[in-house]
């Protein structure tokens, strides 16, 4: 692949400042990336990883996503939840490791942290289910926290509006583990994981 480092050849709506006005450059943190998770991966997981913090146009990503692909730089691997993941092969480890320096620092973090964010958030959805029902008086929200093979723990929770539900929803879905560990410990009446549990909840809002 050659690189024109200062070639702006990409359209720019969407893209805040600093974030990556050349497809060469868009190719690289694909790469990038990819190297730097080193998991199989949708398209669509990636494009939305860089989308996320206005780092290059959705246009100019998928274009230079489907280049990777077609030049092998990418190659396909399992369909998960209906989409088609890929994963790196060595010569797009090439390019990342060779050409990762003509990206600011600040671009690779965002993209990469946001990659597993996002990664982390659907391994969760998919993991533990919920289940939003309109009831004659609002709506009831049906959580299942699963174990792999078995079901750990189900509840169903009351909400006056669908507002609310999904506020239950996303929460429940930011902190399964932590709402079992809660429910065990107080059914239990193990208080040191009822504490630890909390803790992990007010730990991590305080640091948003």
Do not use: W
């Amino acid at each position: 692949m050659t690189v024109k480092f200062m070639a702006f050849d990409t359209f720019d709506e969407g893209i805040a400042p600093g974030g990556l006005r050349s497809k060469n450059e868009i190719k690289i943190l694909i790469c990038y990336i990819y190297n730097s998770v080193n998991d199989k991966m949708s398209k669509n997981l990636v494009t939305e990883a860089i989308i996320n913090d206005e780092l290059a146009n959705f246009f100019e990503i998928s274009a230079a996503f489907d280049e990777l692909v077609n030049d092998k730089n990418l190659i396909e691997s399992d369909v998960v939840d209906g989409e088609q993941t890929y994963v790196i092969s060595n010569n797009g480890r090439t390019i990342a490791v060779q050409l990762e320096s003509a990206l600011s620092h600040s671009v690779k973090q965002k993209s990469y942290n946001c990659a597993l964010r996002l990664m982390s958030e659907r391994k969760t959805a998919r993991e533990n289910f919920v289940e939003i029902v309109k009831t004659e008086n609002g709506f009831s929200v049906n959580c299942t926290i699963s174990g792999g093979d078995v079901d750990l723990f189900n509840f169903s929770i009351f909400a006056p509006s669908y507002e609310q539900a999904e506020v239950i929803k996303n929460n429940f879905l930011s902190y399964p583990q932590t709402i079992y560990k809660t429910m065990l410990g107080l059914l239990t009446k193990d208080t040191e994981n009822v504490g630890e549990a909390l803790e992990e909840v007010y730990g991590s809002a305080s640091l948003l």
